[in-house]
Structures are given as structure tokens and as C-alpha cells.
């Protein structure tokens, strides 16, 4: 009673002309590699403009007097605010995490959003209100107070998820709480704490707009002043390679800081929330020390911008180049993200479905641009158009791969995060519905894929949106951007003309750090009640 | 015979996966892949769907050569059906529209959609998203979407092993009727013997890469090509014996060798514990059985429908301990003395 008629189905011979051997994924390793390549192109190039007049001049340039000092400026700067940036995030990620400290969740988004005001903005806040204030001192605050959310979000996010059974393990051997804490707690932290910290460390060896505004050399900053002014592309270069250098110390440093305690990860299952630390007389010291902290990262820049908004009002109308400045930088940003974004498609695809030796490498390579300064890439890209490619020095379209370089790892968490969800036996089972392999793709990994998309590309755009360094040395002549008009009016003392670029761009990219610190929030709606 | 796998060697790496397969699949019958996890069988079926190539060796469908290391069909112009596990429904398709998926446009809005859900069990769940739905009834819609294109074979990896255990036997009952109705050639991967036995027409078991063994269910259970596979598909005890023509002289007692079968000199046989009765005796020390072999109940598994009792021979420390089954009812607690007589033919084992 065989009701079942099977219909026909291809010949043989169309299908021989498709003659892909074993799936090997060509479309994909081809855009890996131009990802990788166009990663290693600035870097590449930098070491050719450096030993351009031979590695005896390297080695001349690098061991002066100046470089030593630079190195120390780099190092004690680094130092210190990575620890007082460790010290604030663990700190007050604990009070709001694991404390009865009330109004957790508007306290979570609060600390989050300095994330969102770009550093040089913070140190304008603080300048344009006391002159004075420069050096060490200035460089460890402003920077201090713009970077520690980066150890404030891993952190609170691990210290959301302990597991109250050690702590109760712990105290139940005989360990008081404080014990407790340095012998259990920290160190189920420590990964989230050491990922936070190398965040910090990066971000301040790229850093080079705050340091101008609080007239504090380091490496950026000479590096700067060396090609614009000296137009020594050779020092320049030979000092950008020590910053690379440092940059990969710090990469290493955390992994092999890192290297025991990923071992330090406890097994799914439910897990018993941790106990909340009874503050009592306390909260109202715990208040104030976060309301302070609040009010210096969040309450001095965007009350100066709000200051020099009323007062720039009355003197200078905000122009229409702000109109201009608003359409460049969001038609870079857009188009950089555009490409980050295509980019991180096949990057993600080979180190998610086809992990070998060759598809990590190339993965590691596209996350090696969070440990290369915006200077750097825009350093080596004017080195390579200028001796290679005229054409392309100073072009919009150098702008935006630079900023695709730049911002290439934002791209790939966010493709890869996606990715994770389109597992590839749905498009085999498209396959076998009589999909070719391009419409399996379009019909079921493309749409799942569209919000890790949208994501990357929004990440990027904000990043793009408000970069300053590398914009200062690729942007086409006469252009501005919204950080580049910023820059020039502060660089003129023109407070009030600069502050509404500046609000845009806090504007722009408060969005995410606002998401972010929500994303802790939902977080904690989840851990169950104190 | 429509679908014919010849020869089929595929390897990862280092790694041989498939080591010279071969398997006949009849048309319209349900073949059941039977072998523990690693063994191939996940892969077996990605070679015959397409989705990986073969290294050598040939797979044919209906005279048709769809991989033989020259030819490769791709997977959308075999006409086979794959069911993975857990369904893979695409998630941002409705229920419908996962349906709908490989059919040719004009065919997506008429009739054949509501009638194919309608034939799973599943008319009103159209509108659905994957993730509103239970595992059993996203199996249901995998299957509906796979025969959508009615192909020549379909073939389902492990389509069971997702479901809870209430819930198996159920669906697998209900899938089968349909493949049974629909007289679909069907290739179904399983780890589990149980599945294989009760739902297939023919078992193939692929062990290391190699068909050890393909035939009909009861011919694999009753005379398995080794002791390894013996015990593979449910518990065996497994008995010293002399052969004598067609019988073999155990510690049982006479046995007769299944279907007629004859060897000499000395040997292993193989006894399922079904094939043995127990029955309680009165303890009395010393005085030998009149019929059967004495023996004490040492432990009993109580499973409800049935009970396996381990059963120790009278003087024996603890060697030659026989596996028998009884009916639930008839099940006898540790310390009972017993006299234990084996039933029916036996089967040589190589």
C-alpha cells in the first residue's frame, strides 16, 4: 500500500559540473586572509619606515636619553592607574554586587556610563575648569576616572555569578570573612579582574588626546609630535614599535597571569546565590564614597560641557560646520563599520565551523587590534600609501580601513557571539531541501546571523564615531570630524566652540555604555533576591 | 535494492572513521544503523546525504551514482532526506515556513503544507515558532520537512535520542507507522539495540568503522557473528560446550544447535537468559536434582514487566553464574534455591 511516490530529482550530470571537493571554505579563508593581511599591513609597514635608514639608526633613536624618560612616564603612568583602576572597579563592584547597599541597579548603570565619554573629554572637563592642573598628577585622574568601568563591568559580572556554596565551604573550615574574601573571592575573580586590568593597560598605551589636554608625554604623545611637527617618520616609527612592544608585553603578561586561573572555572549546575554583606552603619560611608566617585568621573566632564554649552551659547553660535562634521564623521563611521563588520563575517565563520591551526591564527591576528594603538595603525598606513600609494595618503578611504583595523576585534565578538547560534547542520539540512550552498547561506545563517551583525556594526560605528588619534593624521585635507573640530577648538581655547562636539559625541556613545550597564543590570535581576 | 554503499572509506586527520563500508538498503525498508557512539555512524550518514565525500569506495541511489571519487552529487540534487538529531529546525521559521522550506515556490501557499502537518499529527501548530514547541513535536515537524520534497531515502540520525524517556516510545511508535505507511526507504542511526531491534527491517551493526553484521532483527539476536555482539544486544550467558553433530553437551545439559547447525570439538554457545527457566525447590542439601541443574538465587533485579535473576550453581564460589529471565511475577528473592533447565536451540559462538 505504497501511497509514496518519489519525485525526480537532478541528474547526475548538472550536478558533476559543481565540482567542490570536501567543503573547504574558500569564500571564507579568502576573507580571513585579507583580514589578517590588512591587520598586518601598518604594522608591517612600520618596521619597513623604521629601518629605513638601517637598524644602527633604530637602535641610535630608541637608546636616548628622551626614549628612557618616555619608557618611565609610559610605565609609572600605567602602573599606577591600572592599580587605582583595579582598586575603584573591584571595589565598588563589590559594594553594589555583594553588599545590602540599596538602589543596585541605578548605582550599576551609573558607574558603567563614564564608559561613554571619551577620555579626552574628561580630561577637557578638567582642564577647561582649572588650568592648572597638568602632569602626573592630572594624567593618573583623568585617566583613572575615564578607564576604571573596564574593570567595573567584568567584575561585577563575575562577582553576579559566584557561587555561594565555596563561600560558605570557605567559612565553614574556619575562615573569617575577610579571609574569605582574599582567599575565595578574589580569586574566583581573578580572570574577570586580570581581563579588566589588561583593558585598562591598553587602553592607556593608546592613549593620546587626554594626555595632550593634561600636557603629559608619553610615548603617544612624543610619537605624535614628532611626525606632525618634525615630520620624523623615522623616529616616529622606531618610538611606535616600543609601544607595540608594550602593548604585546601587556597581551602576554595577562595570559600568563591568566594561564592558573582559567583552570579556576566551576562546573554548570545551579548554583546558590552568595550571601550579601550586611553594610548597616556603613552604607551611608558606602553612599557617599560611590556618590563621589560618580560625581568626579561622571558629574565634572558633563557638568563642563554643560557649563561651556550655556556660556559658548551666548558668545558663538554652534556653526553650521557642526552640521559638516556630523556628516563626515557618520559617513566614515558608517562605512567603517560596514567593512569591520564584512570582514569579521568570514573571520568568525572559520574559527567557529573550520577551527585548524591556519583559521586561529587568522582569528587571533583580526583580535590583535586591541593591542595596537590608533597612532600606530594610522603611523603605518601613512608609511605604506605614502611610499606605495600616494593615491590613497590622506583619503576618506584610508580613514575608514584604518578605523576597520582599528576596530576589528568589536566586530569579530560580536559576529562570533552570533555565529555561535547558526550551528552549520542547519544549512546542511537546507543542503539536502535542495539549497545550493550561497542560498543555504542567504536563507538560514544570514538571518540568524542579522542581530550579531547589526550589533558589530553599531560597535563599531560608536568607536569610529568619537576616535581622535589616528582621524588627526588620516583624515582628507579640509575635512573634519566631530572628535577633529573638537580638537581644534580646544587646541585654540575656544571652550565654548568645542563643547557642543563634544556632547554630541558623549551623545553618540553613551547608547552602548547605557546597554552595557544593563546588561549587568538584567543580570542581577536574574541572581535571585539578597 | 536502492540504496548500495560500497566499499566506503572516510577518514579525519589520522583518524580512519570508515574503514571499507558496505551496506544494501532495500527499497521501502527501514534499516536500522546500530553501534556505540564513535563508531562511524554519524559519519556514514553524512556521506551518503552529501555532506561530506567520500575518500573511496562508491554510494549509489536507485542505479543512480551519487559519490564514487570521480562523480560527487552535491546534497540538494540527491534527493535524500536527512533528519538530524534534535530536529535542526530553523529557528526563525515558523513551523509552516520550516516545511515550506525545500519546496519550489508555487508549491509553498496550496494544500501541501497544512496536509503534510496534518499527516505528522501536528495540524494545528503551523503557525508556531521551533522553540514553542516540545522535542517530540519538533522531531514531528523535521520529518514533515524532510518528506516535503518526497525523496527516495531519507535518513535519520539518532532522531529518537533527544526525547525523555516517556516520551520515546511514543513518537518512535508514531514515526514508525508513518515511514511504514508512507513505504519510504528509510537509513535510522541509533546507539540503542533496543530501538533497532523493535523498530527495523534490517540491522546493520558498524563497529570501528566496518559492518560487522547486517540482517534481519531476530537472525542478528539469535545468531550474532560474535561474542562482542552477543552481548551487545542484550544480556548472554555464554557456556562451555562439546559438540556432537547438531548438539551440544553442556554443563546445561544436551542442547540442540539452531537451524540444524553442526560443528565438532569444543566450543562456546550462547544462551539468551530468556532462554532459561528457573523454578523454585525444595532446600534439600546433598541430594541431587532429578531434572535440571540446582542452583541458589543470588541477586534479583526487579524491572516490573520482567526480573533478571543471577544464579549461582550448587558449589560453586562464585564462577559460572547464569543470567535468566522470568516474568515479573514469577520473580524470586536472593537465597532461593532453585533448578535451572535451558529451553530451545542454542548458537554457536565464533
Redo the contacts between chains.
Keep these: 500500500m505504497s501511497s509514496y511516490a518519489p519525485a525526480q530529482h537532478g541528474s547526475g550530470r548538472w550536478s558533476q559540473i559543481w565540482s567542490g571537493r570536501r567543503r573547504w571554505p574558500l569564500v571564507s579563508v579568502a576573507g580571513g586572509l585579507i583580514a589578517a593581511g590588512l591587520v598586518l599591513l601598518p604594522l608591517a609597514f612600520l618596521v619597513i619606515e623604521a629601518q629605513r635608514s638601517g637598524w644602527s639608526e633604530v637602535q641610535r633613536l630608541l637608546f636616548r636619553h628622551t626614549v628612557a624618560v618616555l619608557l618611565w612616564n609610559t610605565v609609572a603612568l600605567t602602573a599606577a592607574c591600572t592599580v587605582l583602576c583595579a582598586i575603584l572597579g573591584v571595589g565598588a563592584a563589590w559594594c553594589v554586587e555583594r553588599t545590602t547597599l540599596r538602589g543596585k541597579r541605578f548605582w550599576a548603570v551609573l558607574l558603567v556610563l563614564p564608559l561613554g565619554i571619551p577620555d579626552f573629554v574628561v580630561g577637557f572637563g578638567w582642564v577647561s575648569l582649572d588650568h592648572s592642573l597638568h602632569g602626573y598628577f592630572a594624567a593618573v585622574l583623568v585617566m583613572t576616572l575615564s578607564l576604571y568601568p573596564l574593570v567595573y563591568l567584568p567584575v561585577a559580572t563575575s562577582l553576579r555569578g559566584l557561587d555561594g556554596s565555596l563561600h560558605e565551604a570557605a567559612r565553614s573550615l574556619g575562615v573569617g570573612p575577610w579571609g574569605t574574601f582574599f582567599r575565595v573571592t578574589l580569586r574566583q575573580i581573578r580572570p574577570a579582574l586580570l581581563g579588566g586590568c589588561l583593558l585598562v593597560t591598553l587602553g592607556l598605551l593608546a592613549e593620546y588626546g587626554a594626555f595632550e589636554i593634561v600636557q603629559y608625554q608619553t610615548f603617544t604623545v612624543r610619537i605624535f609630535t614628532e611626525f606632525k611637527l618634525g615630520f620624523d617618520t623615522v623616529s616616529a616609527c622606531s618610538l611606535a614599535l616600543v609601544l607595540v612592544a608594550l602593548s604585546v608585553a601587556a597581551l602576554i603578561g595577562e595570559l600568563a597571569l591568566n594561564g592558573r586561573g582559567r583552570l579556576w572555572r566551576s562546573g554548570p549546575g545551579a548554583r546558590r546565590a552568595a550571601p550579601r554583606v550586611q553594610l548597616g552603619r556603613w552604607s551611608v560611608a558606602v553612599i557617599a564614597a560611590l556618590a563621589l566617585l560618580c560625581a568626579l568621573a561622571l558629574g565634572v566632564p558633563l557638568g563642563a560641557l554643560l557649563y561651556w554649552m550655556i556660556r559658548g551659547s551666548s558668545t558663538t553660535l554652534p556653526s553650521s560646520s557642526i552640521l559638516g562634521a556630523l556628516a563626515s564623521t557618520a559617513e566614515f563611521s558608517a562605512a567603517a563599520a560596514a567593512l569591520a563588520t564584512l570582514l569579521a563575517v568570514p573571520v568568525a565563520t572559520l574559527s567557529i565551523r573550520h577551527r585548524n591551526r591556519l583559521t586561529v591564527l587568522i582569528e587571533r591576528l583580526a583580535y590583535l587590534p586591541m593591542a595596537l594603538p590608533g597612532l600606530v595603525v594610522a603611523l603605518g598606513l601613512v608609511s605604506f600609501s605614502v611610499r606605495y600609494a600616494l593615491a590613497l595618503y590622506q583619503s576618506s578611504l584610508e580613514l575608514i580601513v584604518a578605523y576597520a583595523i582599528l576596530f576589528l576585534p568589536l566586530a569579530v565578538v560580536g559576529v562570533r557571539a552570533a555565529m555561535s547560534q547558526a550551528p552549520s547542520n542547519l544549512e546542511d539540512v537546507a543542503r539536502s531541501l535542495g539549497c545550493s550552498p550561497a542560498a543555504a547561506w542567504r536563507r538560514i545563517t544570514l538571518p540568524l546571523i542579522a542581530p550579531g551583525l547589526a550589533a558589530a556594526f553599531a560597535f563599531v560605528f560608536i568607536s569610529s564615531a568619537t576616535e581622535l588619534t589616528a582621524t588627526l593624521l588620516l583624515r582628507p585635507t579640509g575635512v573634519n570630524t566631530l572628535a577633529t573640530k573638537f580638537w581644534e577648538y580646544t587646541s585654540n581655547f575656544a571652550y565654548g566652540a568645542a563643547a557642543p562636539y563634544a556632547a554630541l559625541m558623549v551623545a553618540i556613545s553613551a547608547v552602548p555604555a547605557y546597554m552595557l550597564s544593563r546588561r549587568v543590570g538584567v543580570l542581577s535581576d536574574r541572581g535571585g533576591a539578597p | 535494492m536502492i540504496l548500495h554503499v560500497n566499499d566506503l572509506h572516510k577518514s579525519y586527520g589520522s583518524r580512519e572513521v570508515l574503514r571499507g563500508v558496505d551496506l544494501d538498503v532495500q527499497a521501502?525498508s527501514l534499516t536500522a544503523v546500530l553501534g556505540l557512539s564513535g563508531c562511524g555512524k554519524t559519519t556514514l550518514l553524512?556521506v551518503i546525504?552529501?555532506?561530506?565525500?567520500a575518500e573511496r569506495g562508491s554510494v549509489s541511489l536507485a542505479g543512480?551514482?551519487l559519490d564514487d571519487g570521480h562523480?560527487?552529487?552535491?546534497?540538494?540534487?540527491?534527493?535524500?532526506?536527512?533528519v538530524?538529531q534534535e530536529g535542526?529546525l530553523?529557528?526563525?521559521l515558523s513551523v509552516e515556513a520550516n516545511v515550506a522550506?525545500?519546496l519550489p515556490r508555487r508549491e509553498r501557499a496550496g494544500s501541501t503544507v497544512p496536509d503534510l502537518l496534518e499527516m505528522v499529527g501536528i495540524g494545528q501548530l503551523g503557525r508556531r515558532l521551533p522553540h514553542q514547541l516540545s522535542g517530540g513535536e519538533q522531531q514531528r515537524v523535521a520529518l514533515a520537512?524532510?518528506l516535503?520534497?518526497?525523496?527516495?531515502a531519507l535518513l535519520l540520525d539518532e532522531p529518537f535520542s533527544s526525547l525523555d524517556a516517556s516520551m520515546r516510545s511514543h513518537v518512535r511508535d508514531e514515526v514508525h507507522a508513518l515511514l511504514r505507511?508512507?513505504?519510504?526507504t528509510t537509513v535510522l542511526v541509533t546507539h540503542d539495540q533496543e530501538e533497532a531491534l523493535s523498530l527495523a527491517d534490517t540491522v546493520a551493526v558498524l563497529r570501528d568503522g566496518l559492518i560487522v553484521q547486517q540482517g534481519p532483527p531476530a537472525e542478528l539476536y539469535q545468531l550474532p557473528a560474535d561474542r562482542e555482539l552477543a552481548g551487545f544486544l542484550g544480556a548472554v550467558n555464554v557456556i562451555d560446550a562439546e559438540f556432537r553433530g547438531s548438539t551440544a553437551r553442556t554443563r546445561l545439559g544436551e542442547l540442540a544447535l539452531r537451524d540444524g547447525g553442526a560443528a565438532s570439538g569444543s566450543g562456546l554457545v550462547m544462551v539468551r537468559p530468556e532462554q532459561i527457566e528457573v523454578s523454585a525447590r525444595e532446600h534439600m542439601p546433598g541430594q541431587a536434582a532429578a531434572y535440571g541443574m540446582p542452583g541458589e538465587v543470588q541477586e534479583c533485579r526487579y524491572y516490573g514487566h520482567d526480573a533478571l535473576l543471577q544464579i549461582r550453581p550448587e558449589g560453586s564460589d562464585g564462577a559460572g553464574i547464569l543470567l535468566a529471565r522470568v516474568l515479573g511475577e514469577h520473580a524470586l528473592p536472593a537465597g532461593t534455591p532453585v533448578t535451572v533447565v535451558a529451553r530451545g536451540p542454542v548458537s554457536v559462538l565464533g
Design positions: 521501502g553524512r546525504a552529501g555532506f561530506e565525500r543512480r551514482t562523480t560527487y552529487v552535491p546534497p540538494e540534487k540527491r534527493g535524500i532526506g536527512y538530524p535542526a530553523f529557528p526563525h522550506f525545500g520537512r524532510a516535503a520534497r518526497r525523496p527516495l505507511e508512507q513505504g519510504v
